[in-house]
């Protein structure tokens, strides 16, 4: 059962810019937690925020948290070739429900 | 760090086989495992929630005749997709469930039923 939609679906962006990703839920979470998976491979965590935070940093990662809107936002900034993949957002209820992922691609 | 170990990577087996996934937590104990299925282009949608010593809880729309979930002990919990059809040839993933210290994910089988 997916709990989340994510937009945009795919991304295509130049190095060196930024690179904005959103996602929704529809249930109460404890926190929620993003992700990234390069091709055909296993995920890697990147950034937890908990439900009562509202920002949180991490190196080039900044992940928002609206819990009135169900909604949180990963942003990367100064794109690398390197950080092409897939990003999805996991809000956790005691389980982690994965949303739809976004893909990004950054053209070197 | 903690891994969890995901065997096989990949696996072929013809149609009507079945076909066995483990999930192994290396250096620490998990009570709690998660399996996921993946396919093409799609996010991961959870499949079930497997319990040491307890019966697994399935989602909605998992059939769990042929997917049979055992967590025996509190390392290592199997995936067996029993009957292979086409149409089950997806990713498989699990996750542990380490508590406060999140959750860790195995590298993920691809199964190709042909």
């Known amino acids: 059962s997916q709990q989340g939609e994510e937009d945009p679906q795919a991304l295509s962006i130049q190095e060196g810019e930024n690179a904005t990703m959103n996602c929704s839920y529809k249930t109460s979470i404890n926190n929620l937690q993003w992700y990234r998976q390069n091709s055909g491979r296993g995920l890697v965590h990147l950034i937890l925020i908990r439900s009562n935070e509202r920002e949180k940093h991490s190196g080039r990662l900044r992940v928002t948290l609206d819990t009135s809107k169900k909604s949180s936002s990963l942003l990367i900034t100064a794109s690398r070739a390197a950080d092409t993949a897939s990003y999805f957002c996991?809000?956790?209820?005691?389980?982690?429900?994965f949303g739809q992922g976004t893909t990004l691609q950054v053209k070197p | 760090g903690a891994v969890v170990s995901q065997h096989p990577s990949w696996v072929i087996c013809k149609s009507g086989t079945s076909v066995k996934i483990e999930c192994r937590s290396l250096?620490?104990?998990?009570?709690?495992m998660f399996w996921y299925r993946q396919f093409p282009k799609q996010s991961l949608m959870l499949m079930a929630t497997s319990n040491e010593g307890s019966k697994a809880t399935y989602e909605q729309g998992v059939e769990k005749d042929k997917f049979l979930i055992n967590h025996a002990s509190l390392t290592l919990s199997t995936l067996t997709v029993t009957s292979a059809h086409p149409e089950d040839s997806s990713f498989y993933i699990c996750?542990?469930?380490?508590?406060?210290?999140?959750?860790?994910f195995g590298s993920g089988t691809r199964l190709t039923v042909v």
């Open positions: 996991a809000g956790n209820t005691g389980k982690l429900i």
């Open positions: 996750s542990a469930d380490r508590g406060n210290y999140g959750y860790t």
């Open positions: 250096d620490f104990q998990a009570t709690t």
